[in-house]
């Protein structure tokens, strides 16, 4: 009989992603409803020393698989080895996340065990009634949000984008560690990893920032943007964008924040010529203050903003760095 709710638990260089630790936390809501427990699946080589930090965000028990063809993720091992784990353990519910590797992952997995997946879910719940998991992601373009539910099959299966769900932490400070161990389905690598490139950035990714200011059509240009980075250095944030600035080559694809970008939760989102389309929406509508200056009083922007400016950004934008400069300078005085 299927229980419990396992989450996959991404890692790089041994060192946990976020993404991880948000989705336990929404296991652990899970599973309180259900009554069951949250389980870890930490695959690796030499991880096990990374389990402690999974049981203060809620999981229970934490199943470690160390081999050293798994040092870097690979499709084919790192399958066969979670394929082992819900084939052994039977879980009502896995989750992943849905980067690269979990995009990768996931499906494999859904095809091995035949059973549904749903991707780059926004929400989770259980149903009081049926103790399904309801699972939510905008659909049709985003112009509307579904709630799939998959009552035949098991494991229930989803993805979620990093920085959709809140982590938490627990007053917990061990649990569970199995270690176990399952075959390869080919004895030697189907594919062979020669080389690993790791790009430095110096800029911070958007979903670790505590303030962003986002831009989008109305910016006019790639200058419109290269005119907040003082705004930006003011008040310690980071440059975030709208699909429609992206797509015109203004900024960055890592900048972007939507349904087909980044899903951000900052204390300040501070959007700027950005219509509101409900696909930009879908990304950052969670963020604990929403100012919006827009020229059009009617865009959908406002429906969601805190606070809303009617007014052409080329004039406000300066004079709010100015006044944001005068209060840090102030406050430095004082």
Known sequence: ??????????????????????????????????????????????VKGEANILFRHGADKVIVVEDPRLKEYLSEDYADMVYGIIEK??????????TSIGRDLAPNLAARVHTGLTADCTKLEIDPESKLLMMTRPAFGGNLMATIVCENFRPQMATVRPGVMPSIEVDKAD???????????????????????????????????NILISGG????????????NGLAKELGAEI???????????IEKSQQVGQ????????????????????????????DLII?????DGAPI???????????????????????????ELSEQL
């Open 175 to 209: 649990g569970e560690v199995i270690e176990d161990k399952f075959e390869f389905s080919h004895k030697e690598p189907i594919v062979h990893l020669r080389e690993v490139l790791k790009i430095e950035s110096t800029k911070k990714d958007i979903t670790e920032a």
């Open 302 to 328: 406002f429906d969601v903003a805190d606070l809303g400016v009617v007014g052409d950004l080329n004039a406000i934008v300066p004079k709010l760095e100015e006044l944001v400069r005068k209060e840090r």
């Open 292 to 296: 919006a200056v827009n020229k059009d």
């Open 217 to 228: 059509r109305g910016m006019g240009g790639p200058e419109g943007f290269d005119a907040l």
């Open 260 to 287: 087909t970008g980044k899903t951000v939760r900052p204390e300040l989102y501070l959007a700027l010529g950005i219509s509101g389309a409900i696909q930009h929406l879908a990304g950052m509508e969670d963020s």
């Open 1 to 46: 009989m299927s229980k419990d709710i396992y989450v996959f638990i991404e890692q790089r260089d041994n060192k946990l992603e976020k993404v991880g630790i948000e989705l336990l936390g929404k296991a652990r809501e899970l599973a309180d409803d259900l009554g069951q427990e949250v389980v870890g699946m930490l695959i690796g080589e030499n």
């Open 240 to 250: 975030a964008s709208s699909r429609a600035a992206v797509d015109s080559g203004w």
């Open 89 to 98: 353990y039977e879980p009502e519910i896995v989750l992943f996340g849905a």
